[in-house]
T-cell receptor
Framework: KNEVEQSPQNLTAQEGEFITINCSYS?????LHWLQQHPGGGIVSLFM???GKKKHGRLIATINIQEKHSSLHITASHPRDSAVYIC????????????FGTGTSLTVIP | NAGVMQNPRHLVRRRGQEARLRCSPM?????VYWYRQLPEEGLKFMVY????????ESGMPKERFSAEFPKEGPSILRIQQVVRGDSAAYFC???????????FGSGTRLTVV
């Protein structure tokens, strides 16, 4: 079983729709990260969370530490939001290991 | 501030050759992390380095792979005697502290032929 599970694996939405991507984890964490990876491109760090909620433009990330669950929401989705969204956790264990979800591939259709 | 710079962007090596991947962290960042993304798979942690020190190499294959982050210059991920299974995207990230402010590079795509 992976330390980080994401759902859904693939998501297609119409432009303007509200999108939610979910992430559950099973390890003790110091922080949870949402990353964005465009096809053939690099990785951009969207959020780092250890509690509560953060908002950046049309993106909102929430985390529930007790339930070991986080969500990434995109409001008024746009085709340029099409990318792979990856949930990652930095472990509270020794060293500084990251555990990654397998990603959610989002396609927003005009 | 140019961000995290990785080079080359694409690297082709024949089986048995050596691959050297470079990562220049953001200015002021002394923590560097390497990750590997195999085709059709998620990212996997490889190694965490601070200047001149390897902090956590628990994700590194036991043989052929090594990493360094010297006092001067970029961090280097070195793969000796490459095999086809090493073909992947290798990403580097840096941060100013161990727990925050991560910035990722654009990756190096290694193809072993």
């Amino acid at each position: 079983k992976n330390e980080v599970e994401q759902s859904p694996q693939n998501l297609t939405a119409q432009e303007g729709e509200f999108i939610t991507i979910n992430c559950s984890y099973s390890v003790g964490i110091s922080a949870l990260h949402w990353l964005q990876q465009h096809p053939g491109g690099g990785i951009v760090s969207l959020f780092m969370l250890s509690s509560g909620k953060k908002k950046h433009g049309r993106l909102i990330a929430t985390i529930n530490i007790q339930e070991k669950h986080s969500s990434l929401h995109i409001t008024a989705s746009h085709p340029r939001d099409s990318a792979v969204y990856i949930c990652a956790v930095s472990s509270r264990g020794t060293g500084n290991q990251f555990y990654f979800g397998t990603g959610t591939s989002l396609t927003v259709i005009p | 501030n140019a961000g995290v710079m990785q080079n080359p962007r694409h690297l082709v090596r024949r089986r048995g050759q050596e691959a050297r991947l470079r990562c220049s962290p953001m200015k002021g960042h002394s923590h560097v992390y390497w990750y590997r993304q195999l085709p059709e798979e998620g990212l996997k942690f490889m190694v965490y380095l601070q200047k001149e020190n390897i902090i956590d190499e628990s994700g590194m294959p036991k043989e052929r792979f090594s990493a360094e982050f010297p006092k001067e210059g970029p961090s280097i991920l070195r793969i000796q005697q490459v095999v086809r299974g090493d073909s992947a995207a290798y990403f580097c990230a840096s941060s100013p502290t161990p727990r925050g402010g991560y910035t990722f590079g654009s990756g190096t795509r290694l193809t072993v032929v």
